[in-house]
């Protein structure tokens, strides 16, 4: 069982809506167990002369700092990967392009004995940018994913990939914003340890992923479809389609009968499908058939999973054994009552060794510390 914090980091909207603060995220990180791993989202918008002992407190707890650098500055994330001295405490860039090429050397350098990870936003950066990049982080150990690859120019794409060389990245195609031929060329360039993820693939229509399947080996793929915007028919074809080292990410999956939920399990056989549905729409029979006809290659994602009748929850989780599942709770949403006591707490007694628990937003409307540490202590 593993149990997932996600703590608000950056105030939206205030102040309808805000942040968690220094002082409790520190309470919850201190009573986090081995089980348990704490996110703090947008970390440098919190105050870092307060944070930072924070950090540095971490110990072997696992802790995950998300650092936006359209919003953080050089010295702010120098400072949280100099915190970072905990050997669970991970640290995320996304968008590092945004920093100067002198920063992204120094932040890269910085980090190359830490647990950091890299984010190229494609959409928001030039060839140059790019390269600069993919050439700090080279020859490190430093994770990097390109995402949008597909906004480059189509002449950037082998220039991008022969600089990778060996370098293993993932790079993100977009399928809303992408021609045949774009996806084609990158296809083509990819290199065999880059990982490719396409994502909104059901705008190229069931051809159009066709041909990326063929297109990708032996490259893995990961392909990810809103089963609303395509027929069933389509979706299972794709399925039979894809190669053992290609993944199905199948979102707003409550959009799939029952049944056609259990024979996409079914012809999905041993390769990697994840089915994420939501918990205030889908029926208690396609929540419970997609969890008894699941197999240890199938993942199962509820969100909203505070909707579902306690009952329903709790029967999921417990018959869930045999696959991946996670329950995902909106942390301003969280539900205690005298009769039924905290739902995630209890979601967490029912839990299995393959479920994981999610909480998200917490810090934000209706924070109540008592809560989480209830839930924080439950997963021990």
Do not use: W
């Amino acid at each position: 069982m593993k149990l997932h914090l996600i703590c608000q980091g950056l105030a939206v909207k205030p102040p309808k809506v805000t942040a968690i603060d220094v002082v409790n995220f520190s309470k919850i990180l201190a009573a986090a167990g081995p089980n348990t791993l704490v996110t703090l989202s947008n970390s440098q918008s919190r105050p870092l002369t307060e944070l930072t002992p924070v950090i540095q407190s971490a110990g072997n707890r696992s802790l995950a700092l998300e650092v936006d650098a359209t919003r953080a500055s050089e010295n702010q994330t120098l400072e949280l990967i100099k915190s970072a001295t905990g050997k669970n405490t991970s640290l995320s860039i996304s968008s590092i392009n945004s920093f100067t090429r002198q920063a992204i050397t120094n932040i890269i350098n910085a980090g190359k004995n830490k647990k950091i990870s890299v984010h190229i936003d494609g959409a928001n950066t030039s060839q140059n940018q790019a390269l600069h990049i993919i050439n700090s982080v080279k020859h490190t150990n430093i994770p990097l994913t390109f995402a949008s690859i597909n906004a480059l120019p189509s002449q950037s794409i082998p220039i991008i990939f022969s600089t990778a060389g060996s370098k293993a990245f993932t790079a993100t195609i977009n399928g809303a914003t992408s021609t045949a031929s774009q996806i084609s060329n990158i296809l083509k360039n990819a290199t065999p340890k880059t990982i490719i993820s396409l994502i909104n693939a059901e705008a190229l229509g069931h051809s159009g992923i066709i041909h990326a399947i063929q297109a990708a080996q032996p490259n893995a793929l990961s392909i990810s479809i809103n089963a609303r915007k395509i027929s069933i028919t389509n979706l299972k074809a794709i399925i039979q389609s894809t190669k053992p080292n290609m993944a199905i990410n199948i979102s707003m999956a409550h959009a799939i009968t029952a049944n056609n939920l259990a024979d996409i399990i079914k012809i999905s056989e041993k390769k990697k499908l994840s089915l994420s549905m939501s918990g205030k729409t889908s029926t208690a029979d396609q929540l419970k058939t997609s969890v008894s006809a699941a197999k240890m290659s199938t993942s199962i994602i509820v969100d909203t999973a505070h909707s579902p009748t306690l009952k329903v929850m709790l029967d999921l989780i417990s018959s869930s054994g045999k696959t991946n599942f996670t329950a995902i709770y909106n942390g301003s949403q969280l539900v205690s009552t005298p009769t039924d006591g905290n739902y995630v707490v209890r979601a967490l007694h029912a839990a299995k060794p393959t479920t994981s628990i999610v909480v998200n937003s917490i810090g934000v409307t209706n924070f109540n510390l008592q809560l989480i540490l209830d839930i924080v202590n439950a997963a021990q």
